[in-house]
Structures are given as C-alpha cells and as structure tokens.
C-alpha cells in the first residue's frame, strides 16, 4: 500500500466508484433527474451527487446540468448502453434469483455487495424489464428450494401471472374460489394468497385438488 493512501481512502475508492456507475445507469432509464432525487436515491448528501457529477463530467461522460427551477442532470447525446432485453419468463427467473441469494454470501461477508450489485443491474434495464422484475419479486417467494417437486406450483403460478381464479378441493365440503396474488415457499411448505384475504394465505395442506378457471379476476 503506498504510504500516502490510508486504508480508509481505499475502502471509499470502491464505494464512490459503484455509485457513479449507479447515477449513469439511473440517468439513463429516468431522464433529467434533479441533484435532490439523486441524493435521495442513493442515501448521500446532495453537495456529494454534486462531486460526482463533476468528476463524470472529467472523465468525458456527457453529462448536462440544467440551472433554475426546472433545471436537473441528464445525458447529452442519446448516451446509452443498453443489456440484451429480456422477455418476460427470463425477467421473472432472474428477479427471483437474485431475491433469493445463496446463504453463504452472507457468512462470507458479501451480502451487502449482492445487494448492491443487484440494484445495479435492475437499474440497467429498461422500464418495462424492471417492471416485470418488481411483479415477479411480489407475486413469488421462495427462502429455500424445496425437496421435491409438486405438480400443483407450476398450475397455481401460471394462474397468478394470467389472473385466473382457481377453486380449491380441500378438507372442506365446500370448494372455495380464490383470487391467487402470491405463491410462497417458506422452507417447509407452499401458501397461496387470495387478494381478498391477503392475511390468511392457505398452506398446501389445505389445497385439495385444484381447478384453474378461464374466468379472471
């Protein structure tokens, strides 16, 4: 290490350089943001956003800052760097990959960089590949991979993406109808969520047979 950089100046090289690339990727999906948004986004101070931009504006990036009240920073030239577009099976498969890191990042110390370097990829897509990713996160969790696999999960995830109502043969008499949102395995068993009982989701104990209808809600 050189005598004249601390450890502490090495430890922020890294820190400053992932949030630059973050404010490049975050002007390149959102447009003009203000120095405000980005601080706030990126859990810094403004005078901070304001450095950065400086010093990507030295390094030739063409960054544009407009002054007054509807000022704000933006890329110059149609600037873009774009990652192969996704359809939307692949969106989903990777959003909940990537929700569902492996165990040992964390007992090696590398949780927070899987977060980071999550975030920074998501903010690489465009609008609606993200958007799909966020639907993907809320409509399926899985902490573990389950021991074996069950015919039923694929039935009940297809009808959650396509809003189709399932009746559900239980222990009950009576079938009950539901409005499936989510599908979640909590490293012993499956639930499924009604949207009109999100509080109460029911495990697969309680499934039965199932029936997805054509009908949607």
């Not at 706030?40 to 504006?57: H, K, P, S, W």
């Not at 539901?178 to 009604?194: A, K, Y």
Request: hydrophobic share 40%; aromatic share 6%.
């Amino acid at each position: 290490m050189p005598p004249y950089m601390t450890s502490s100046v090495m430890f922020k090289l890294p820190m400053r350089a992932s949030r630059l690339l973050r404010i490049l990727l975050i002007l390149q999906n959102r447009g003009r943001q203000t120095s405000t948004q980005l601080a706030r986004e990126l859990e810094v101070a403004q005078r901070t956003i304001l450095r950065d931009v400086d010093a990507m504006t030295e390094a030739g990036l063409p960054i544009i800052v407009h002054q007054g009240n509807q000022g704000g920073i933006e890329l110059g030239f149609n600037y873009r760097t774009r990652l192969t577009g996704l359809d939307t099976a692949e969106a989903e498969a990777l959003a909940l990959h990537l929700a569902t890191p492996h165990p040992a990042l964390h007992q090696m110390g590398l949780g927070p960089a899987m977060q980071t370097a999550r975030a920074k990829l998501l903010e690489s897509f465009p609008d609606a590949t993200r958007s799909r990713c966020a639907e993907a996160v809320a409509r399926f969790s899985v902490r573990t991979a389950p021991a074996a696999p069950n015919p039923y999960v694929m039935a009940l995830a297809e009808a959650i993406r396509n809003r189709c109502i399932v009746r559900l043969r239980g222990r009950s008499r009576h079938p009950q109808d539901l409005h499936p949102i989510h599908l979640g395995f909590d490293g012993q068993t499956w639930s499924v969520t009604d949207e009109r009982r999100p509080e109460m989701p029911i495990p697969q104990a309680d499934w039965g047979d199932l029936n997805i209808s054509s009908r949607r809600f």
